[in-house]
Nanobody, 124 residues
Framework: QVQLVESGGGLMQAGGSLRLSCAAS????????MGWFRQAPGKDREFVAA????????NYANSAKGRFTISRDNGKNMVYLQMNSLKPEDTAVYYC?????????????????WGQGTQVTVSS
């Protein structure tokens, strides 16, 4: 089992940058694929980015490609989301998730682990 705590959200003007962090508990962090998701008011939760267990492979939503970078530090049990060139439509609660399957098989569902989320607000 793993517990996830996100941090780093806040209020930012369009065009700015934020770095989200997710701290994971447990000694098996490196066995989980990790992902970032977001949910805007009135919308479904959507995929943003994910990274493989050893960090060599990443996936991004089209909306994140070229602007966001996901990374992880297995020695520190941390996963990060660097967000650049922020837009008002990036405003959402951002969630960190852990899935014990390999990245290509991750389901990001009810049997995954989820953090409580951190609010990101981008003003125009």
């Amino acid at each position: 089992q793993v517990q996830l705590v996100e941090s780093g959200g806040g209020l930012m003007q369009a065009g700015g940058s934020l770095r989200l962090s997710c701290a994971a508990s447990g000694r098996t962090f490196s066995t989980y694929a990790m992902g970032w998701f977001r949910q805007a008011p009135g919308k479904d939760r959507e995929f943003v980015a994910a990274i493989s267990r050893n960090g060599t492979n990443t996936n991004y939503a089209n909306s994140a490609k070229g602007r966001f970078t996901i990374s992880r530090d297995n020695g520190k049990n941390m996963v990060y989301l660097q967000m650049n060139s922020l837009k008002p439509e990036d405003t959402a609660v951002y969630y960190c998730a852990a899935d014990q399957r390999a990245l290509s098989k991750a389901r990001w569902g009810i049997d995954s682990y989820w953090g409580q989320g951190t609010q990101v607000t981008v003003s125009s």
